[in-house]
């Protein structure tokens, strides 16, 4: 048993999928999940209470024992093991309760044939039962690796009346319960063929073993199967685009010529009237000058003969005639028809046939190579210990004809002393024209990055880019273990209202600290009742300063003001997570016991169900960022994207502890600049992305010391951009600039 990595995952392996919480007396369904039995009493009261019961994890349908009652289900031993071992872990922070006497003690022992805590006190009586001498008892605090496996594969006892302190050591090959121990052999098989436990289990490995091969064959084909298809679903999105980008750039250069057309029509119309305008203008100034000299030999001819005396009529008329003779000649001028034109547009219907007959263009592939051209477009900006980018494009050519994986493409980044910082590179064939060479660059500054294909230099290359770290550092932590205000014990939720007052969700009520980590007030208390908590999780203020918190144990989501006030409740959820609300105001809930996102208006009406067992697997938290509802999927390990609307659009993450990889995603966060802070549990650690799922950096690792976590939780952020994180195991909130 590798012991290390059983206790990094301890608190994984010892919690219960439907209340997160380390199991109390787990109990295993047919499909072998387990869970606490309280919470399977719940979960099948919820459902109806018939006579089978559906998995809350995998959804499979199991009968329920000839009993009738939960509390006849199989015990999981193997888990009560775990939960024992996880205690003896968290012994340093936490008291233990003696098996005995029930009291809350730091000073503890564990004996490995009881399976068992007891107190010093209850410690003595047990050494002095003569039939316990042989027992072996370890203080918890001298526990080492060794021990730990001694507690996980503690032994299996009968299950019948009266044999409870019997170890299960025999395999009956003749009834149907063949574990038995050795009362049973001698009560009730007598003459049967029995074996011991242990012979029957190496025998019955090995037909496990054969039996595993060919699922393991077939879910490596499946696995291939969904690399391929995830590979051919990008290149055909990477097609679309670069069609969908031809299509833009053929119609803007169509527009173009048209727009280049219709305006040297223009041009000839304005230059032709401009033209015929001077024309008429000159004409018309002519007849003007003619219309004033008439004009005014008519002012004379009035004068002389209104005005004049005889003598002056006699005198000035033989002049005055020859003027009057002289304008009189002027013929009034005829309209000139050449002067006038009519100018018509004849359309060019050849143009609209065209269009209307064949479209503007066809779809169809590429098979004659052409002249191919590279070039390369130089990053603006790359981060230390990040993935950076750039494209080669090709021009004329499918991306088959230009370069292949057999081409020689090399990659050479150094800063501006010649230091070389790359560490690896992976030109990628996209099968669309364009390749991206990625890079892993080690060192800060401005750098110069040559790119050569078969020897020469793609065109553009070397590039100057400069190169930041991605750098996030611990500000402040608050808090410690304990049930008292100002202290938080296993702290879920955080939010931050428009003051940044910071809420936490801890122990059964809720918290309310200002950014500097100082307790400002508290509310809630475990119980039912309207105001009262029972495991609350998720938390969000709203935009009409009240407090939204999803009561995790209690099945419903609670409202109250900012003093914490109770105001409202509403339901129809099992086992609500995270929260948060969209900008109407309405509020998104994880309803993680049924595996559905909900959308309620603020008087609690149910306004959109988004997933379900076949798209989501234990959703803890949603945030809506843009069109999409953006979804945590701890069963999955995967963050997935919705629509408004609810229709699935995109996921990413697997489980694993590289870079964009899960262990049980849990709460998230959306940054002003868009980016997406994932709750990454069990690799203790917080995640940052862009919203197509791009990974752009993290920060965190396994530990208590500062800037360090244990199940981190919950992420929110203040209006200065600092980033408050949940440390979960280590009872305390951080801050993170």
């Not at 205690?87 to 809350?104: E, F, P």
């Not at 008429?280 to 209104?306: D, G, H, P, S, Y």
């Not at 269009?355 to 590429?366: D, P």
């Not at 029972?534 to 969000?540: D, F, R, T, V």
Request: charged share 25%; proline share 3%.
């Amino acid at each position: 048993m590798d012991i290390p990595k059983l206790l990094f995952n301890l608190r994984e392996e010892a919690s219960c999928p439907v209340c997160q919480d380390i199991l109390r007396d787990p109990r295993y369904l047919p499909c072998l999940h387990s869970f606490c039995l309280n919470c399977l009493i719940n979960w099948h009261r919820a459902s109806g209470g018939q006579v089978d019961l559906r998995c809350p994890k995998c959804q499979v349908r199991c009968r329920l024992p000839a009993s009738g009652y939960l509390k006849d289900l199989p015990t999981s031993f193997f888990l009560s093991g775990f939960i024992d071992a996880l205690t003896i872990k968290q012994s340093d922070k936490t008291r233990v309760i003696c098996g005995n006497c029930d009291k809350k003690t730091s000073k503890t022992s564990y004996c490995f044939e009881c399976c068992k805590f007891y107190c010093d006190e209850c410690l003595i009586g047990h050494n002095i039962i003569r039939s316990y001498k042989d027992h072996r008892v370890l203080a918890v605090k001298d526990f080492q690796e060794k021990d730990y496996e001694v507690v996980v594969k503690r032994p299996v006892f009968c299950s019948r009346k009266g044999h409870e302190k019997e170890e299960l050591k025999f395999f009956c090959k003749i009834c149907p319960e063949n574990s038995v121990c050795q009362t049973c052999v001698i009560l009730d098989h007598a003459g049967h063929q029995v074996t011991l436990i242990q012979e029957e289990a190496e025998a019955q490995k090995i037909e496990l073993a054969d039996l595993t091969e060919t699922p393991k064959k077939t879910l490596k084909a499946k696995m291939k199967m969904v690399t391929q298809i995830d590979e051919d679903y990008a290149q055909l999105v990477q097609r679309s685009e670069d069609m969908l980008r031809d299509v833009d750039v053929f119609v803007d250069n169509l527009i173009r010529r048209l727009q280049e057309e219709s305006q040297n029509i223009k041009s000839a119309v304005e230059n032709e009237t401009k033209k015929s305008l001077e024309s008429l203008t000159t004409k018309k100034t002519a007849i003007q000058v003619e219309i004033k000299r008439i004009e005014l030999a008519l002012e004379k001819a009035e004068k002389l003969l209104t005005q004049s005396t005889d003598a002056e009529v006699i005198q000035l008329k033989k002049p005055l005639q020859i003027i009057l003779e002289r304008v009189g000649q002027v013929q009034p001028v005829e309209r000139d028809p050449e002067s006038l034109f009519e100018l018509f547009f004849v359309e060019n219907n050849k143009i609209l046939e065209t269009i209307n007959s064949g479209g503007i263009g066809l779809l169809k592939f590429s098979t004659d190579a052409k002249e191919c051209v590279a070039e390369g477009k130089g990053l603006c900006e790359g981060t230390v210990g990040r993935e950076a980018q750039f494209n080669l494009t090709t021009r004329n050519a499918t991306a088959e004809q230009c370069y292949s994986k057999k081409d020689n493409v090399t990659v050479d980044l150094r800063d501006e002393r010649g230091q070389e910082g790359i560490t690896t590179f992976l030109a990628n064939d996209n099968k669309n024209g364009t390749y991206k060479i990625s890079y892993f660059p080690t060192f800060e500054g401005k750098c110069n990055l040559s790119v050569k294909v078969n020897g020469q230099h793609i065109r553009g290359s070397p590039f100057s880019v400069f190169i930041k770290s991605f750098n996030v550092k611990p500000v402040l932590s608050f808090g410690k273990y304990g049930s008292n205000d100002g202290m938080v014990m296993y702290p879920w939720g955080v939010a931050v209202n428009s003051r940044d007052e910071i809420a936490v969700t801890s122990y059964h009520k809720v918290q309310i600290f200002d950014c500097k980590g100082n307790f400002l007030r508290s509310f809630g208390r475990q119980g039912s009742a309207k105001g009262h908590f029972q495991s609350p999780k998720g938390i969000a203020f709203g935009k009409d300063k009240n407090i939204y918190v999803a009561d995790n144990g209690n099945h419903r989501i609670q409202v109250f003001n900012e003093e914490g006030m109770y105001l409202s409740i509403f339901g129809g959820l099992q086992y609500p997570c995270g929260l948060s609300l969209n900008s109407n105001g309405n509020i998104i809930v994880a309803d993680n016991g049924n595996n559905f996102i909900k959308v309620f208006s603020p008087d609690g009406k149910v306004l959109t169900t988004i997933g379900g067992p076949s798209s989501l697997s234990l959703p803890v938290h949603c945030v809506k960022s843009g069109d999409y509802l953006i979804v945590s999927d701890y069963g999955d390990h995967s963050v997935k994207a919705f629509t408004r609307e609810g229709y699935y659009k995109y996921q990413f993450g697997t489980r694993g502890k590289g870079n964009g990889e899960f262990n049980r995603p849990y709460c998230l966060s959306v940054t002003k600049s868009g980016h997406l802070l994932v709750c990454d549990q069990c690799n203790h650690r917080v995640q940052v992305f862009e919203l197509n799922g791009k990974f752009l950096g993290k920060f965190g690792k396994e530990g208590s010391n500062i800037g360090e976590f244990k199940n981190p939780f919950s992420v929110a952020l203040l209006s200065n951009g600092q980033i408050v994180v949940s440390d979960n195991e280590n009872h305390r909130i951080q801050i993170f600039d």
